[in-house]
């Protein structure tokens, strides 16, 4: 895969994300904003090969395995799909963080 493709597929996931509005305060968002985002995106509430991310999650599983990594800690899972595409091709051991309130 040559540079100019990874720049285009990171800037289609770019343009995916959510963009705040300028009125938005920027920071640290609450746990009733991320349940909201999990709502409104389809995204994150299908199979982790049904996701239109799954295209860049088989070029990071790819760079994991060639560097033999054992264990992968992903911080800021959320819904855990990247972790779960790692599990069974790259590595023994994944851990997943997210923070959540109470």
């Not at 991310?53 to 070029?59: L, N, P, Q, S």
């Not at 779960?84 to 109470?102: C, E, M, T, Y």
Request: aromatic share 10%; glycine share 8%.
């Amino acid at each position: 895969m040559g540079s100019q493709q990874v720049k285009r597929i990171l800037h289609g996931i770019k343009r995916k994300l959510h963009r705040p509005k300028p009125e938005e305060a920027r920071g640290e968002k609450g746990p009733d904003f991320y349940d909201q985002v999990f709502l409104e995106n389809e995204d994150l509430r299908v199979h982790y090969t049904a996701s239109s991310y799954y295209f860049i999650w088989t070029v990071i599983v790819d760079r994991i395995r060639r560097a033999r990594r054992k264990a992968v800690l992903e911080v800021g899972c959320g819904t855990g799909q990247l972790a779960h595409a790692i599990s069974p091709f790259a590595v023994q051991n994944v851990q997943k963080l997210n923070f959540r309130g109470a």
